[in-house]
Each structure stands twice: as C-alpha cells, then as structure tokens.
C-alpha cells in the first residue's frame, strides 16, 4: 500500500532538456511530471535486472548488450566497474569472461577496437560498420551467456529471440 503514495523528488537540469521536457509535454498535452515519471519508468523497466539483487552474473548480459554503451558512457563505468557489477559474489559457472567484459566497455567508447577484439574472440564475427559491430556482439555473447547457459551446448527445441533480435 505504501509503494501507492507519491513523494516529491528534486532534481538538477540542464536548461536544454528542460526546455525538451516542456516542449515533450505540450505536444502530448500533459504536465512536465508525467513527462519525466514516464523517463523514469521507462529507465527503470529497462534497466530493471540491476536493481534485482538476485540478477548477477550471465543474467546481466542482455542489459549491458541492449542498452550498455549509454549506460557506461553517462556513469563513467570502466572495464573495472562493468566486472564488479557483473560479476561481484558470483559463482564460477555464472561468471562473464573478463574478456568479454573489456568487449562489452569497448564497445560503448572505442568501436574500432571492440570490433579487433570480438573478431579475436569470435572467428565469425566480421564488424565493419558500429551496426555489424553491434549486431555480431549481441550475437556472440546472446549465443555464449543466454541462449547456451554459458558455455553449456545449446538446448535442443525452439528458443525464444528476443524483440530486438528478431527486429534486426
């Protein structure tokens, strides 16, 4: 019942995006508020498996290969900070490679050498341009911490793609 109540929040921005947050609201007809409740739903339901304590691991993988590369970019979050985040407290056989962590922080900063080291990792992989970039290392990395369990071989029978997989 508590979780129902609303509480006011203060919160520091730039005159740019306010001005975008205003302009947002009187195109949809709505208030500022519903405006920036409705980014910070949209945030949260993305980035939900982060703040699940129980989400560790392999389980975090789809989150940094869908949406990392801005999540990195704005937190500031290295190689270092990806692998506590990722790995912290977790048992062996749910881990993520260190190297495809450095791929994962690569890929959000430095696209040339992301797609150096995937085409390393992965003799499949063949990025030329960010968009091959990005698809081959959801490929690799869908293929090698969600679909095969981590290295396990891959479960016979129809698996589920996710929306952005069966869009591209």
């Known amino acids: 019942m508590g979780e129902a109540r609303k509480q006011a929040v203060s919160i520091r921005?730039?005159?740019?995006?306010?001005?975008?947050?205003?302009q947002l609201a009187r195109r949809l007809g709505v208030r500022d508020s519903d405006v920036i409740r409705f980014?910070?739903?949209?945030?949260?339901?993305r980035f939900a498996p982060l703040y699940d304590s129980e989400a560790s691991?392999?389980?975090?993988?789809?989150?940094?290969?869908?949406?990392?590369?801005?999540?990195?970019?704005?937190?500031d979050i290295d190689a270092t900070g990806l692998d506590a985040i990722i790995?912290?407290?977790?048992?062996?056989?749910?881990?993520?490679?260190?190297?495809?962590?450095a791929l994962l922080?690569?890929?959000?900063?430095?696209?040339?050498?992301?797609?150096?080291?995937?085409?390393?990792?992965?003799?499949?992989a063949s990025p030329g341009e960010p968009a091959e970039l990005s698809?081959?290392?959801?490929?690799?990395?869908?293929?090698?911490?969600?679909?095969?369990?981590?290295?396990?071989?891959?479960r016979p029978g129809p698996r589920l793609v996710p929306a952005k997989l069966a869009e591209g």
Not at 39 to 45: F, G, Y
Not at 87 to 101: A, F, L, P, Y
Not at 137 to 147: A, E, I, N
């Open 13 to 22: 921005m730039n005159g740019g995006d306010i001005r975008k947050v205003k």
């Open 105 to 124: 922080a690569m890929s959000s900063s430095q696209e040339p050498y992301a797609a150096i080291k995937l085409s390393e990792l992965d003799s499949r």
């Open 135 to 154: 698809q081959s290392l959801r490929q690799y990395l869908y293929g090698k911490y969600v679909y095969r369990g981590g290295g396990a071989p891959e």
């Open 39 to 45: 980014a910070v739903k949209s945030m949260l339901a």
């Open 87 to 101: 790995n912290q407290g977790v048992e062996q056989e749910r881990r993520v490679d260190r190297d495809d962590i």
């Open 57 to 75: 691991g392999r389980n975090l993988v789809p989150v940094f290969v869908e949406s990392g590369a801005e999540l990195m970019r704005f937190f």
